[in-house]
Every structure is written in C-alpha cells, then in structure tokens.
C-alpha cells in the first residue's frame, strides 16, 4: 500500500514527480541492457530485450534452435535468417551459450 506521507513530497510537484519517473526508468533500463541472455535458453520475451531483435526475430532463433540445436557460438546466432552480424555485434556483451 503507498504511504501518502512519503509519496506527498515527490508528486505534490509535477517536475518532481517527472524526474522520479524518467529516474525510475532509466534504471529499469540500464537494469535489463545489462542483464546476460543464454540464446540456447533464452524465452521469446528474454530474446526481445536484446537491441534490433522484435518478436518475429525471436520466434525465428527459437525455432532454429529446436531444429539444429544448441548455438555453440554466440557467432552462429547469424546463421538464423534475419540475424546479422551488427545485430550480434550490437548486443556482444549480453549474449552467451552457457548459464553463468
């Protein structure tokens, strides 16, 4: 339950009460940019997070995994139609093969 006393101070001003919120959304952000993404394991909605990768695109990984396997190389993930190398490039620190 919100505390009104505590939430006053914030939201009695609507630039504060803004800051909060792009605050509050940034850190959101920069929380999932930072999280690692196991394509071998990874679920539609974790492919999606990942920059230039849509739903279509994930579905895509997904079904390329369950007809070759496991990806060996975060590399091969170019093998997937729609997937190339800037893509892989541009998420390079947030993809692995393996549980961390």
Do not use: W
Not at 20 to 47: F, H, P, V
């Amino acid at each position: 339950m919100l505390n009104n006393a505590n939430a006053a101070p914030c939201f009695d001003n609507p630039q504060r009460a803004y800051e909060y919120l792009l605050a509050q959304e940034k850190s959101a952000t920069q929380a999932r940019d930072q999280k690692m993404i196991n394509i071998n394991r990874a679920s539609e909605g974790e492919l999606v997070s990942l920059h230039g990768i849509g739903s279509s695109k994930a579905q895509a990984i997904i079904l390329y995994r369950e007809m070759f396997g496991d990806f060996k190389t975060v590399n091969e993930l170019a093998r997937v139609k729609g997937i190339g190398v800037k893509t892989i490039e541009n998420n390079q620190g947030r993809l692995s093969v393996q549980d961390r």
